[in-house]
């Protein structure tokens, strides 16, 4: 797919899935923040995945709401901090909607905090200008697999929480992947149009588990 967006094949779009129980280890990971060994994490039912993103190790899993958007971020005239900062915006904005308060994270650190810990993590990729990877916002996520097994983004005095941990209410992830679409849209000034995930098997490439596909026309 951002091979299609650089070749100019499809518009920009927004995938939001949920993802099997998967540790990530970014390009900055070198394992040591993966601290279940590999056959604690094949009796959890937890692979172990490098990915191509930046960060550290991270946890996806049932229960967290996973968007992949893959942007040409010289169309949006932003670069990649603009662009991170408004993917955090478009969560705040959203989880402010089930009665969460959250900010984004300080100077350097990206994602979206409840007090000291990180409700939603993001790690992008940039090829050229164009953004992929993205964001992945605990609802209903085990949190005792995302902390006892990684140091979530290698920050050791940070942990992990959701949605349902500070309080909220219970949500599924698809029904949040529509409630969330609209400030995503707000945040990057959008026009979405919504795609079934099974018109991701002609690109070739992508495996279809995904809830559904939004393409966003910027």
Not at 33 to 56: F, I, K, P
Not at 108 to 113: I, K, N, P, Q
Request: net charge negative; aromatic share 8%; charged share 20%.
């Amino acid at each position: 797919m951002v091979a299609a967006v650089k070749r100019g094949d499809m518009g920009f779009s927004l995938l939001l899935l949920e993802h099997p129980s998967v540790f990530t280890l970014g390009r900055r990971a070198d394992g040591s923040n993966l601290l279940w060994s590999e056959a604690r994490c094949q009796s959890e039912g937890v692979d172990v995945v490098r990915s191509d993103r930046g960060g550290d190790a991270t946890y996806h899993g049932p229960g967290q709401l996973v968007g992949y958007p893959i942007v040409d971020l010289a169309d949006l005239n932003m670069d990649v901090w603009q662009y991170v900062r408004n993917l955090e915006r478009s969560l705040i904005s959203y989880l402010r909607t089930v009665g969460i308060e959250s900010a984004g994270g300080p100077p350097g650190l990206a994602g979206v905090w409840v007090g000291p810990d990180k409700i939603a993590a993001i790690g992008v990729k940039l090829s050229q200008s164009v953004a992929s990877h993205g964001f992945a916002l605990n609802l209903t996520t085990d949190l005792r697999i995302f902390n006892e097994g990684i140091v979530p983004c290698g920050l050791a005095d940070r942990r992990a929480t959701s949605v349902a941990a500070v309080g909220g209410p219970s949500l599924d992830v698809e029904s949040s992947a529509r409630a969330f679409t609209p400030h995503f849209g707000e945040c990057f000034q959008s026009e979405t149009r919504w795609f079934d995930s099974a018109r991701l098997q002609s690109l070739g490439e992508v495996a279809g588990d995904a809830v559904e596909t939004l393409e966003s026309r910027f």
